[in-house]
């Protein structure tokens, strides 16, 4: 069978590809500038380079990871390209903000194991969430689903709030290796600005930083050298850092898609980590 592994950022493709390699499964990457191009039967490829290249062969089966983006033009037009061949998506959110279903092409849902259930059975680590009091958005509009970014930025990045944050993670989760979702650059610099203010290791991640900041800021966070990473929309899809038991969500949004996946950045396993905690700026 020829097989193809779909997803969107570099980070997803080298996890699967790294999972792959661990079940000793031959594989080739689709992916601009990468080395291991081949035509084996299996290819792990990122989205926005198939678009452009096409596929070496007509697949049996297309894995399209975190799948709630299937209504995208470019992933629309690959699996038209794939003919015949049967279709598997695996998303945590198979929910839209723009309220499109994700049929064509998936017919079938099948529902995988609750939070609760993957929680008992030892796959995530409880949570402890504290949740603060609603801010005050009025005056800020929806766009496309969810709140209006600017608008968003302007009533979060306040000193109140963003003082608050520091004081909340100091009282339920000093220590813990934490991401903090802000609402844009500016507001992450100043909650990044306040955690180092307030003596603890604190980096902030642009979301146009290289590859080579990312990926050391991601393994100081993993390593522990950093305590606290803040970030704006960089950690939230496809980002896996079993070590980080908290989350600080400085974010608000009529997403749900958007909210599980900040909030189940610190649910993951790791030696020593028995629980997370997740705390809630955004009501």
Request: charge should be neutral; aromatic fraction near 4%; hydrophobic fraction near 40%.
């Amino acid at each position: 069978s020829k097989i193809v592994f779909l997803a969107h950022r570099k980070e997803l493709i080298d996890q699967a590809s790294a999972r792959l390699d661990g079940l000793g499964v031959h594989h080739g990457i689709i992916m601009a500038d990468h080395p291991r191009s081949n035509n084996a039967p299996v290819q792990v490829a990122r989205i926005q380079t198939l678009h452009r290249r096409g596929l070496p062969w007509e697949p049996d089966l297309v894995f399209v990871d975190e799948a709630h983006r299937i209504r995208g033009n470019s992933y629309q037009q690959v699996i038209a390209d794939c003919g015949r061949a049967v279709v598997i998506g695996i998303t945590a959110t198979p929910c839209r903000t723009d309220g499109k279903g994700l049929a064509p092409p998936f017919e079938t849902i099948v529902q995988g194991p609750s939070l609760a259930d993957l929680t008992t059975q030892g796959y995530l680590v409880p949570s402890r969430t504290y949740a603060r009091k609603k801010p005050n958005l009025a005056g800020v509009h929806t766009t496309a689903g969810d709140y209006q970014q600017d608008e968003l930025q302007e009533a979060m990045n306040r000193p109140e709030i963003v003082g608050d944050v520091v004081k909340e993670w100091q009282k339920h989760a000093a220590g813990r290796q934490t991401a903090v979702f802000a609402v844009g650059i500016k507001h992450s610099i100043a909650l990044c600005e306040a955690f180092r203010a307030a003596g603890v290791a604190a980096e902030h991640l642009a979301g146009e930083a290289s590859t080579g900041d990312r990926e050391r800021l991601l393994r100081d966070l993993a390593s522990g050298k950093i305590t606290v990473l803040t970030n704006c929309g960089v950690l939230t899809e496809g980002w896996d850092c079993p070590p980080v038991s908290c989350v600080s969500i400085v974010r608000p949004t009529q997403s749900l898609a958007l909210y599980l996946q900040m909030a189940g950045r610190a649910l993951r396993t790791a030696p020593g980590k028995t629980d997370c905690v997740i705390l809630d700026h955004g009501g």
